[in-house]
């Protein structure tokens, strides 16, 4: 009777939400906001974060926000904070899924293959101090290599160079790396370089060809385990500073009694997954609904 109704998806949770506040843990006369007060009170939220962060209050966000803008220039970090504001349900949904931002940040490193307190300097500081390398075969690649071409020639000072000094730095490590892998590894893929021995000597000693292969393979693995160092210390840090971004915010909506589409959304998902409640709302609902057509089964939210 009366024909389909047809309301947006939000629309639909805003009615089920007003209809059962209590049973869904929010404010009975709660407001929804529109963009303008979100973004007022992101900001507000991100004033309240930073000045924390700047006072010291808050050590472990501070390191989080020095980390960041190592990375970042000042001039874009509107732009990160708006990337981030953008995406805090999804944000909030990886933080609920692991129970935590310190349980989401060690599933970050466990995906990376990081231990816990394992950085970037502490990778590079064991490669410096490590033999693990084949002294023997890059010995006898300086010798052979040195017969060569002037590619072959400055390869080979470069490496025995490497092999003899007592005190090893990281800019020495990085000149030694030069003879193995391409330059693109500063902003871009970890390569291997084409030719590490010119032809008419890697026919003639292939085991020198292989122990520089294997060395090449070695210092990849190395940096590569650098660069995913790098990348958890930087997510955590993001993670860190999302969360607190996203407590301060929810705080403020609470405050005021506020609501976000986002909230709308999550808060009717739990509302009716409730196992304890679920039952009497839809008895409650039985008004005439047999069926929802949602047209939005293209979008990207799970909720």
């Not at 024909?3 to 869904?24: D, K």
């Not at 990778?123 to 072959?152: F, H, R």
């Not at 470069?158 to 693109?184: G, H, M, N, R, V």
């Not at 520089?212 to 385990?225: H, N, S, T, W």
Request: glycine share 6%.
């Amino acid at each position: 009777p009366g024909g389909m109704h047809i309301e947006t998806i939000h629309a639909f949770c805003q009615s089920l939400l007003r209809r059962f506040p209590l049973e869904a843990k929010i404010a009975p006369h709660f407001t929804l906001m529109d963009d303008r007060d979100a973004d007022e009170l992101l900001l507000q939220a991100r004033e309240e974060v930073l000045s924390r962060a700047h006072t010291g209050e808050d050590r472990i966000l501070s390191s989080a926000i020095a980390k960041i803008t190592l990375h970042l220039h000042e001039t874009s970090f509107p732009g990160l904070l708006a990337s981030l504001t953008s995406a805090r349900g999804r944000l909030r949904r990886l933080i609920n899924k692991y129970g935590g931002v310190a349980e989401t940040i060690q599933q970050i490193r466990s995906l990376l293959g990081i231990n816990t307190g394992e950085i970037p300097e502490t990778i590079l500081s064991d490669a410096l101090t490590s033999n693990s390398y084949d002294e023997k075969g890059l010995q006898l690649a300086v010798n052979i290599l040195s017969k060569g071409s002037k590619t072959d020639i400055e390869r080979a000072q470069k490496i025995k160079l490497w092999l003899t000094l007592d005190q090893k730095s990281l800019d020495a490590f990085e000149d030694y790396i030069d003879s193995f892998l391409t330059t693109s590894r500063h902003t871009g893929p970890i390569k291997i370089r084409k030719t590490l021995i010119t032809n008419n000597l890697a026919k003639t000693n292939p085991s020198v060809e292989k122990s520089l292969a294997d060395e090449a393979i070695r210092l990849k693995r190395i940096l590569i385990r650098v660069r995913s160092a790098t990348i958890a210390e930087i997510t955590e840090a993001l993670i860190y500073f999302s969360g607190a971004l996203l407590d301060s915010y929810q705080m403020q909506k609470e405050r005021r009694s506020l609501i976000d589409y986002d909230d709308l959304i999550i808060g009717a998902g739990h509302l009716l997954n409730r196992e304890d409640i679920a039952p009497w709302i839809l008895f409650k609902l039985d008004g005439g609904i047999d069926h929802l057509l949602i047209d939005e089964a293209q979008d990207t939210s799970p909720e």
